[in-house]
Nanobody
Framework: QVQLVESGGGLVQAGGSLRLSCAAS????????MAWYRQGPGKQRDLVAS???????HYADSVKGRFTISRDNAKNTMYLQMNSLTPEDTAVYYC??????????WGQGTQVTVSS
């Protein structure tokens, strides 16, 4: 099993920035894909960005050019740098490992609220 703990959420004004962190209880150098999802009020949980161990990244169209996903295998931590935030980015953000040792793993989520 791997435990994932998100941090860095909070309240920010539109146009501001936040950096989310996801700390893993296991070494992530053996985990190929990690991802960030978000779930806004009354909405489904959607993929925000993903990153492979080799550094290949994927972003949802809605965050391209504003968000940057990264990982530091030495620190067992994944990050999401979020810039130019808008109220539409308000959501609970979840760290995800889609597949590792036969299972998927989720963090508990961190709330991001963007005020207009």
């Amino acid at each position: 099993q791997v435990q994932l703990v998100e941090s860095g959420g909070g309240l920010v004004q539109a146009g501001g920035s936040l950096r989310l962190s996801c700390a893993a209880s296991e070494t992530i150098s053996v985990i190929n894909v990690m991802a960030w999802y978000r779930q806004g009020p009354g909405k489904q949980r959607d993929l925000v960005a993903s990153i492979r161990n080799g550094g290949t990244t994927h972003y949802a169209d809605s965050v391209k050019g504003r968000f940057t996903i990264s990982r530091d295998n030495a620190k067992n931590t994944m990050y999401l740098q979020m810039n130019s935030l808008t109220p539409e980015d308000t959501a609970v953000y979840y760290c995800n490992v889609p597949f590792w040792k036969g299972s998927a793993y989720w963090g508990q989520g961190t709330q991001v609220t963007v005020s207009s």
